[in-house]
């Protein structure tokens, strides 16, 4: 039986960084991850090549995402639509960018399963361990949206 996965991605101690985190936190804290799964990958954003199989119905990935929007705006993107900005300094597991490891997958021919990514704009990525209060208040409406997505046909 191929599963549903939501992905959070993040820093737990970059304050804004961590709302895909925090969102997987909260999904499995009040028990919502019924008919898929839900999974915290940190900044180990590498490993998201092991959810590139067959087996895997499909992905959704929570990130925070630098858009030029106001803080705490979030949307539902395809993979495809978003050119990425970042700059990486070298090849590394702790340094990865989710649209450079996807891109990484289809070069190798890795089995990669249909994607959609919410990108959450961040209102600061300083040292911290808590969302900032614009993000805090979004943080619900995030989960849903997520939960909404990943049991819609795309």
Known sequence: MEKRVIIGIGNYTMTDD???LQVIDSILDNHL???FEAVTLGTG???LLSFFNP???RILIIDAVHMDAPPGTF????PDEIISRKKLDGFSTHEADVLHIITIARKAKQHVPPLRIIAVQPYSLEEGYTLSPILNKKLLDIRQKSIEVIHQEW
């Open 55 to 57: 087996s895997i119905e």
């Open 33 to 35: 991850d019924v008919d």
């Open 18 to 20: 961590a709302v895909g």
């Open 75 to 78: 949307q539902v993107l395809n």
């Open 45 to 47: 954003g590498f490993r």
